[in-house]
Every structure is written in structure tokens, then in C-alpha cells.
């Protein structure tokens, strides 16, 4: 073997056994999506799904990009409520609007509102990471649509509820690459709704009618889980993974169908 060949061997024999504390890219820039913790200060992450802004260390605001081309509104926060040495807690929140008009002028008034909060508990060990999440999603679609404004009017209230337990595990497995194990168990999945309906009997006289109704939508237990490869460089980051089990739907987090098999991607740059 020639020497040049040799070195060029031992170095990277080097390289695959270097200790993690050496491993910039997982130790400065670890990742934000299923961990308690948040982007740096006044750094950017630009990618296909979310665009997210640093404010300070330990708060980030951003906003995800498809629900715009479906025309819903939506803006997030993320908060590192807590952070000792491998230890950190993050608390995370958001807020999504939608209404039948911006589809449709001549549609009824009907609005949608979503509003997801999450708490997650993070570890980053010496090349591993454990973290545990507490999902909690309201949604919430309102009317009050006038039918004939002399003498019947119609309002409602629906609401669903959506509560869901995860844990996910990182394998840190070089300087740039990880796996991550992400499950997720539906815990309760509730709707309710109102309706009242104003008649005009006579000038005089209106009556009014109110019906509630309760529903849980729990099918049975719901869980899934997603195996997926991550790859963070310098500043651009890819993931791609395969998931199995009832599908959820993001940030809804509303457990749905049969179990199938899924897909999971998805690429940025935090810069």
C-alpha cells in the first residue's frame, strides 16, 4: 500500500472515531423541530415548509408555508422556558385562521380557528438525545350566518380537541448525520357543538331554539411512529424518513384512517 494511500486511510479511521465533542454542527446548531430547543439569536431558517426568525436565544417566531397557499394564516411561537446543561424545556404555541369566503364570495360566513400548544422536555446526552412532548390542539369553527334577516337568524359553534403524547430519540451517529425515532399516541380526541336558531313569530314574539352535542372521536388506540435519516452541513439541513401507523394530521394533530404507511420529508437553511 502506498504511503499516500495509507494516510489517506488513517485519516479517515480519524474522522469516524472522533468524539462528539467535536461535532459542530450537532452541538451548535441541534435541532429545533422535535426538541425544546430554539434557533439562535437573529438566525434565520428558510426552507419548503416554515420560515423561522430567531429573536433571542431562547425565542423564535416563524410561520409554516403550505397552509399560505391554502390561504390560511398562521404564526408560531417557541419559547426555551429552561435550560441546564443537557436538560431543557421548551414551551410552543401557535395560532391558524381560515374563512369559507376567502374561497368562496358568495359562501357562507363561516370561520376556523386552530390553536396548537405543545411542552416538551429535551436530554442531549454524549451522542444521544431523548425528548418527550405534551400536544394540546383547539379547533374551533363559528358562524353566524343571517338566512333572512327579517325573521330567522341562524348561529353555531363546533370545537374539536386534541390531546397527544410523543417521545422521540436521536442517534447521533457523525458530525452531520443522525437518526431520529419518533412516536406519537393519540390520548383524547373530542368535538362538540352548538346551534341556535332565532324564529320571528310576530313583532312582538321570537322564539328561540339551542341544541349541544358531544362526540369523542377516539377510534379505538391511535399511535404511529417515524424513522427518519437527518442530515444537518454548515447551514443546509435535509430529512427524510418513513413512518407507520395512523396518520396525524399536522397541527390539528388529529389521528385519522387506518394505519398505512407514510412518507416524511422535508429540507432547509439556518444561516
Sequence with gaps: MSAARSKATLLGTALLAAPLSAQA???DDP???WTALTLH???????LFRFQYGIVDSLQVGTQTLPWVLKISNLDLKWTVWSSGPWSVGLSGGIFSLKLQDYDA????????????????SWRGDGLGVHLRGSYTAVKTDTDEALDEEDYDIGGVAAVSTGTLGLAGEWYVSRTFSWVLETRLS???DA???ASTTTQIDPRTSIEFNADAEADLTDGRQANALLSAFWSWNSFNLKLGLGYGHYSVPTLNLFVGDPIWFPDFDLFWRF
Excluded: K
Design 192 to 194: 362538540s357543538a352548538n
Design 25 to 27: 454542527w450537532i452541538d
Design 31 to 33: 435541532a429545533t423541530d
Design 41 to 47: 439569536r437573529n438566525e434565520w431558517r428558510l426552507g
Design 106 to 121: 358568495d359562501a357562507a360566513d363561516v370561520r376556523f380557528y386552530a390553536a396548537p400548544l405543545e411542552l416538551t422536555a
Design 187 to 189: 390520548v383524547f380526541q
